[in-house]
Nanobody, 120 residues
Framework: QVQFVESGGGLVQPGGSLRLSCAAS????????MGWYRQAPGKQRELVAT???????NIGDSVKGRFTISRDNAKNTVSLQMNSLQPEDTAVYYC??????????????WGQGTQVTVSS
């Protein structure tokens, strides 16, 4: 089992910034990809950004140039720096980690989500 501690969500005005952080822990011998997804009301969950243990990142088209993802492998944490936030960025943001739970066996785990609201 994997547990998450997510932090950093909240209310911000358009053009503002927020930083989300996620710390993962649990019964695993390691994490491969970690990252963030988001889901707005009435919409499907979508990729925001992910990063592998070797540092390769994948950034969603809607946030490229505004959001940056970083990771600390030693602490099993992943952070998302969000700049130039717009109302359309309003959503619940979920941390996701792919954990090794056995020999050659990997499983996706999700955090409980943190609300980000962009509004004046």
């Amino acid at each position: 089992q994997v547990q998450f501690v997510e932090s950093g969500g909240g209310l911000v005005q358009p053009g503002g910034s927020l930083r989300l952080s996620c710390a993962a822990s649990g019964s695993t011998s390691g994490f491969s990809t970690m990252g963030w997804y988001r889901q707005a009301p009435g919409k499907q969950r979508e990729l925001v950004a992910t990063v592998t243990s070797s540092g390769n990142s994948n950034i969603g088209d809607s946030v490229k140039g505004r959001f940056t993802i970083s990771r600390d492998n030693a602490k099993n944490t992943v952070s998302l720096q969000m700049n130039s936030l717009q109302p359309e960025d309003t959503a619940v943001y979920y941390c996701k980690a792919v954990a090794k739970i056995g020999y050659g066996v990997w499983r996706d785990y999700w955090g409980q989500g943190t609300q980000v609201t962009v509004s004046s």
